[in-house]
């Protein structure tokens, strides 16, 4: 057979499969299905994310004017760094509204004073108890757990269907290369599944002004394991059985891949790489602080210019109460909660990591995670604006300690060179 034939055989099997495709009034409603589902997705994504923005832009504005108000009030350092608060955030991506991923249950802004930090960064609002309960539907689970099921619907009887109908036979053998019917089908089905799932993610990444290669290597992403799951269908297909047993394997198949292994190998995760919680964090900070009132102010002291040597000149108290008194044991709050931190900063990483390889074992887990990364909503995202914050928790201080340690003359101008919290540059 010459080149020249055997394209147009296969264009002639496409367009007899396509026909018989589009005759089929169940293909179509599942493909309405998955339109409907990824509007429905992506819309909510979009909401969230729209929200988000809105109240960073508004919390941004507020923090500014009631600070200005605040350090127009004041008449000495201290009281100004204990009086103003400082608005941080972590805004949403241009791709977050697919994959929301940790911005669900991390915090992704902190009011923030020149006090301990540990108390205030292990802090966030109270989460919505369903969505706790429940996760959110963004596209990233539709597109990791729902779309699955729907190929399994679509192609589990593929070869079964024909043969209660008596025409497995005649159909292998008028379709010239048998074999390449049902992979062809199959193909067909898959390709009108990945269209309704992608078509409103494109449109509302063109919209939200994302760029077009994460757009394109989303899609990637979503076709990768798509096609997976059509292999796997596909293949399970030619099994001998009716329909029902080739459904219930399939169904039996994808809550192995999509519960048993991602529930067992957390718990798993879990037990091996202990954690300390944020509340074992906070609750020794504040400890340390409270403790601090009845303790010599020398110990308070001598215990900052340990990690502070550059104020051991400065470090001697000598009234009842003094500002650098009192935020040098907020230092020494957090000195003495750090390890506890430093732990459950690597141990979340470590757990991170570990799931990761685990989600080489379960597709579903490993594109939500792949989205979620490409979304920069994952854990790293997180621990990057945690980080972001304590680098300018820190530059506060180095804004306030010269003033404080040397006693300077209170000088409201200087507030012109207060650090102010700034998001990450270039694309996010």
Known sequence: MTAGSSARSRGSAIRREAVLMARDRSVWAWWGVVLFLSVLAVSAGWSEVRQQTTMIARLVEADRVDRLAVLKAQRDWGSAAYNSFHLTFDPP???????????????????????ALEGQIHERDAGHPVLALVGRFDFAFLAAFVLPLVLIALLHDLRASERVAGRHDLLVATAGHGARVWPLRAALRTSGVFVGA????????????????????????????LLFW????????????????????????????AVVVPAAGRMAIDRAV???SGADIIMTQREAVNDAWDLPKSTTMAAFVERHPQWADHAAVERPFAWKWYYAF????????????????????????LAGWLALAAPPVLLERSLQA???????????YEARVRAFHASLREFYYPRLFRDEAFDPAAFTALPDFAAPSGPH
């Not at 919209?207 to 077009?212: M, R």
Request: include cysteine.
């Open 93 to 115: 991506s241009d791709f977050a509204f697919a994959a929301l991923g940790r911005r669900d249950d991390a915090a992704w802004k902190h009011r923030v004073r020149m006090l």
């Open 198 to 225: 992608a078509l409103p993610l494109m449109l509302a990444g063109v919209l939200g002004g994302t760029a077009v290669s994460t757009l394109l290597l989303a899609c990637a992403m979503l076709m990768a394991h």
């Open 230 to 257: 059509a292999l796997v269908c596909t293949g399970l297909s030619a099994w001998r059985q009716t329909g029902e047993v080739i459904l219930a394997a399939l169904v039996a198949l994808w809550i192995l891949l």
């Open 274 to 276: 202990p954690v300390p």
């Open 330 to 353: 907020q230092q020494v709050g957090d000195q003495k909660a750090q390890a506890l931190s430093a732990a459950y900063t690597a141990g979340r990483q470590e757990r991170d990591r």
């Open 374 to 384: 490409l979304a920069r909503t994952d854990l790293r995202a997180s621990l990057a």
